[in-house]
């Protein structure tokens, strides 16, 4: 353990290797060599994930959970006639959009929704600090840690039940692909033994001045082929991995997923309710003709949608939102582009 280490020992078992692992769905399974993605238009590679909406109970509480587990800090607010929406990143880069609405329901497990929210870092410290300061967190509850090959990842819970990733990328350089699937597995990783091997005293203390980002999300859905269809014939995603029959994994770019849907707790579910929990997954393109192409895929399968000029709002077969969106200069205007986005 480096000597500026904060000693992983100091968390008292809340980093538990026997905790349930959330990943325990996905062994590793051979590409399959009849995947066909189906006969659909692109998204422009240089699409990426934006800050996850979630609708949130106690706003305050919400906050300040993702301010102290995640160190996240306060980027922009807006009060609405109806709520109050309050953006958090790191840097200038927003990561969580919360919205106040305290007369919903809790989030349901077996509801079509979020899986969680995968927050993405540069380095193993950057992730090593982040893992330290959400496991330190009574609020939080910790889930699990995986290695995926691609990647190395941590699970955590928010207050209100909502699923958290943590995780950082291996080179992609080093990325198994098998005809055209990256390689993903499920093997235990110690989480104990990642965060005396790398976490130093510095990096957390600078723990706010590390990036951060969005990577994916990962859904939950009622029907596997149903979400493909639509993320992948309708909103133009490419297929990752398909190897797991309640599951799959899309993207733009070659990257191992932006958007993961399963079917491990919500198997049959029909649309959402209005609930706590995910208000809005937003997607990011370089240019207009992107949002174009997307218009039109929606238009030729007679799904509706709001288009403003800058951002395209419409909805998945189970009621999540989904917005894509031109690229912003603020947090500021993130947060005022997406003021009526919520519909």
Known sequence: MNETSA???????????G?????????YVQASTDADPGDHAHLDDAASMDAV????????????YYELALALEPLAEKAGRR????????????????????DLPGVDPAQAGLYHSAFLFDSQESLAATVYRAASEPRSRFVGSSDH????AFYFTDPEGNGIELYRD?????WTIIDGQTQ??????????????????AVLDAVTDQQGRV???HLQVGDVDRARDFYVNTVGFDITFSGIPSALFVSAGGYHHHIAVNVWNSYGAGPRAASLGLGDVSITVPDRAALDGFAARLRARGVDFADDGRSIVTRDPWNTQLTMTLPVTSAQDWADDRAGVLR
């Open 7 to 17: 000693p992983a020992s100091s968390l008292s078992g809340r980093l538990d290797p």
């Open 19 to 27: 905790a349930e692992d959330v990943t325990d769905h996905v062994g």
């Open 53 to 64: 909406t979630l609708i949130a109970g106690d706003l305050e509480n919400m906050a300040s």
């Open 83 to 102: 709520d109050v929406q309050r953006v958090l990143g790191r840097g200038d880069t927003p990561m969580v959009r919360l919205v106040s609405s305290p």
């Open 149 to 152: 090959l691609v990647s190395e």
């Open 170 to 174: 291996r080179p992609r350089d080093t």
């Open 184 to 201: 993903m597995d499920t093997t235990y990783l110690d989480p104990r033994a990642y965060l005396n091997q790398h976490l130093d005293r």
């Open 215 to 217: 990577g994916h999300v």
